[in-house]
């Protein structure tokens, strides 16, 4: 199968120029300002529902703050690879570690829905991700930091019915980053916003990553976000990982550069042709 993508390497070769797709333009990257965040060790990962077997032994490491999205066709195990990352679901076979004991606030979880609690405020919402340290008495400055930090720190007082869907997203957002958690997993949570709203939402995520420096894991079905997004791009097929691409293009990002394209529109003709192969 020709392709210009790349399947897994030991690490010493993810930074050989020669493995990058040949539009790839070998830059520094840059990284968060500080790193907080765990690594991810994944082997032999296997999980089944009934006689579906969605994930059939992933080995995976993913250093610490590394942003990391990953792609495939709608039930190629995406979303559960995540949930078994987040602990959400019990694995069947093979390990997830992070090279450390964690505690329940170093892992979250941002998903499509905003969940939000419809009795409560805008602030009350955010203190929701302080868990047992709900009842502290730093909680309320701790909310509020969040909020500022997601630009809503003037919408404290509001209820989630009079926001919009970007809004509530970025109270979502800022509910997930108020314990400040070291990994932070996002299941497509841009897919139902409007175009612009969710490029807004996306340099949100970047800055918010390199602000606090945690490890990101993005599910999405958008190659473009991915590839605008991520480090490094993982593609999983038939519940394997196919491919293990390195974005390895400077940061800001252009959306719409001929760097991206040229990525995206790799990634992309991989997918399709997986379907012609089936």
Known sequence: MQTALRTSLPETELASPA????????????????????????????????????????????????????????????????RLIAGLDKIDAGSVSFGQDIQPEDIRVMFQEPRLLPWARVLANVEVGLGRDRASKDAHARAEK??????????????????SGGQKQRVALGRALVSRPRVLAFDEPLGALDALTRISMQRL????????????????????EAVALADRVLVIEEGRIAHDVVVNVARPRQRGSAELAGLEGSILSHLLSADDRT
């Open 19 to 82: 493995n990058f797709a040949p539009h790839a333009r070998v830059v520094r990257e840059e990284r968060p300002i500080h790193t907080s965040g765990l690594p991810l060790s994944i082997r032999g990962l296997r999980k089944s529902f009934g006689d579906n077997e969605v994930l059939r032994g992933i080995d995976l490491h993913i250093p610490a703050g590394q942003f990391v999205a990953i792609v495939g066709k709608s039930g190629c195990g995406k979303s559960t690879l995540l």
């Open 146 to 163: 969040a909020l500022t930090e997601v630009g809503l720190a003037d919408k404290r007082d509001q209820w989630p019915s009079v926001l």
């Open 205 to 224: 995520l970047e800055r918010v990553w390199r602000d606090q420096g945690f490890t990101a894991i993005l599910v999405t079905h958008d190659v473009a």
